[in-house]
């Protein structure tokens, strides 16, 4: 019988071995993906960038902020069919890896919503 991983131990247990096999067997069925940011910006849990996420039609990043690194990774992901794009984080910052990363989705775009926490969250240039 399989044992349970328990929460205490869950921090010591590779995410990525876990997480990698649950995507290569899925991704390119997933319709929507949600996520915190953490998971683009270099924390390196995924090698997200090989995944095969192409059928994604709706991404939802929130945590605490998406970066330029988060931004960068996110433009080279094959989102080819993106239509709905949902940030709610605390933080965003302006800049050209942001525009970027929306221009990897001019063609299919067709909703960009940004929740942020009202009241504290920021955009940062």
Not at 18 to 27: D, L, M, R
């Amino acid at each position: 019988m399989d044992e349970v991983i328990g929460d205490d131990r869950f921090d010591k247990l590779p995410i990525r071995k876990f997480f990698q096999p649950v995507f290569e067997a899925y991704g390119s069925q997933l319709f929507k993906w949600s996520c915190d940011s953490a998971l683009f910006s270099g924390n390196h849990y995924l090698d997200i960038v090989t995944m095969d996420v192409s059928n994604v039609r709706v991404l939802e990043m929130s945590g605490d902020e998406i970066n330029a690194n988060a931004l960068r990774t996110l433009a080279q992901l094959n989102l080819q069919h993106l239509e709905q794009f949902i940030i709610n984080v605390w933080e965003i910052k302006v800049n050209g890896a942001l525009l970027s990363a929306l221009e990897s989705f001019r063609n299919s775009l067709r909703q960009l919503d940004l929740d942020f926490i009202e009241g504290v969250s920021r955009f940062v240039t």
